[in-house]
């Protein structure tokens, strides 16, 4: 799977982050979501999927390779 984040749609919540946190993090001045792994492996799959499924903004899209 790949993720797909649209930066300009993030609101900052901090969902993404706290959920899946080997997959996403937030920058420190404005809070706005980091991808750390692009293409998350299986063991990272549900936290991925997971994220998606809170983003208040649906900024985060995974799409099946």
Same mark, same amino acid.
């Given at each position: 799977m790949r993720v797909e984040f649209d930066e300009p749609? /993030? &609101?900052a919540a901090g969902? /993404?982050?706290m959920v899946? +946190?080997?997959v996403f993090d937030q920058r420190d001045e404005d809070g @706005?979501? @980091? &991808?750390?792994?692009a293409e998350p492996g299986p063991e990272l799959a549900d936290e991925a999927q997971e994220a998606a499924a &809170? /983003? +208040?903004a649906a900024a985060i899209r995974l799409v099946e390779q």
């Open positions: 749609k /993030c &609101v969902q /993404c982050a899946a +946190p080997g @706005v979501a @980091v &991808v750390l792994v &809170v /983003c +208040p």
